[in-house]
């Protein structure tokens, strides 16, 4: 688990949680799914 909570995502759940404006919440979130997605993809492969 702690090989998916790296610096990267750690900051974007930051900022998920702090954004106010919903355009940006929005955009945020995208990157933080394909981050997690491409995660997801690569352990299944292993």
Same mark, same amino acid.
């Given at each position: 688990?702690? *090989? #998916?909570?790296?610096? =990267?995502?750690?900051?974007?759940? /930051? *900022? #998920?949680?702090?954004? =106010?404006?919903?355009?940006?919440? /929005?955009?945020?979130?995208?990157?933080?799914?394909?981050?997690?997605?491409?995660?997801?993809?690569?352990?299944?492969?292993?």
């Amino acid at each position: 688990m702690d *090989a #998916v909570l790296n610096p =990267e995502v750690r900051e974007l759940c /930051k *900022a #998920v949680s702090q954004e =106010e404006d919903s355009d940006r919440l /929005k955009s945020l979130l995208d990157e933080l799914l394909t981050i997690l997605d491409e995660r997801q993809l690569v352990a299944s492969l292993l």
